[in-house]
C-alpha cells in the first residue's frame, strides 16, 4: 500500500509549505498530495482553501490576491510564523523541489467552488519539468476532469468522491468513476468498504482512501487492500505498515 503525504508531512508543520513538503521527502513515502488554486494575477498556488484565513494572517479570497501579496502573509502556527518555508508556494515551487525524487505528486484541481480556468496552465507546468510520469491529478469538480482529460487524456486522473451526491444516480462510486474514465477513486474513508474495493480492482480502478490518521482506520485500510492512503501522519502510518501481522 502506498503512503501519500496530506499537504506535506502536516501534522507536525503548516499544511502545504515548502518546509511541509521538505519534511514529507525526508520519509520513505510514495506520494505527495497538495492543493491547487490560482491567483489574481494568474499563477498556481498551492494552498487548501479559497479563503486564505484558517492558514495564514490574513483576509479574504486566494483569487483576489497576487502571488506577491499571498506571499506576504504569514502562516498561523506560532513557531514557524517567521519561517521563509512557510508561505504560500506556487505549483513550480513544488515540482523544482521533487522533479529529481522518485515519488508521485497528487494534484488535487480546487474548482469544487470557484472554477479558475487552471487545467492547461496545470499541464504546462508539469510538461514543463517532464514530470507527467509522476502525477496524478485529481478533483471534486468532474467537470474539471474532463476539461483535463479533453486536453491530454493520457494522464493518470482521479476523481474525488465524499458523499452520495458526488455520484448522483449511478448505483456506485465505481460505475460512475467507470463512466468518467478515470485511473483512480479518491475517496473518503467513510464512504469505502472492502466491497467497493473489490468491485474497483475488478474494474481496473485503483482505490485511494482520504483522510487517514487513527491507527484503527490505517488497520482497516490495509485488511481493505486499499492502494494507497493520504495522511496527515505519514509516520505514523509507516510504523502500522511495519508491525508484523503487516510485513510480507
Known sequence: ??????????????ENTILAFKKALTLP???????VHKSKDGELVVIHDEDIQRTFKGRGMVE???LLELQSFN??????????????PTLEDVLILIKDKNITLNIEAKTDQIHYDLENDVLELVEKYNMK????????????LNIFKSIDSSYKYGALYEAEKDFASENNVVEHAKKLGV?????SKELVTKEMVDLAHSNNLKVYVYTVNA?????????FDVDAVFTDYPELMLE?????????
Do not use: Q, T, W
Open 1 to 14: 500500500m502506498e503512503i501519500f503525504a496530506h499537504r506535506g508531512a502536516s501534522s507536525d508543520y503548516p
Open 29 to 35: 513515502i510514495n506520494g505527495i498530495e497538495l492543493d
Open 64 to 66: 483576489d490576491y497576487s
Open 75 to 88: 502562516c498561523r502556527k506560532f513557531e514557524f510564523v517567521n519561517n521563509e518555508l512557510c508561505k504560500v
Open 133 to 144: 510520469n509522476n502525477v496524478l491529478i485529481s478533483s471534486f469538480n468532474h467537470k474539471c
Open 183 to 187: 485511473y483512480s477513486i479518491n475517496i
Open 215 to 223: 491507527p484503527i482506520i490505517m488497520r482497516k485500510m490495509i485488511e
Open 240 to 248: 502500522v505498515l511495519s508491525e508484523k501481522e503487516y510485513c510480507v
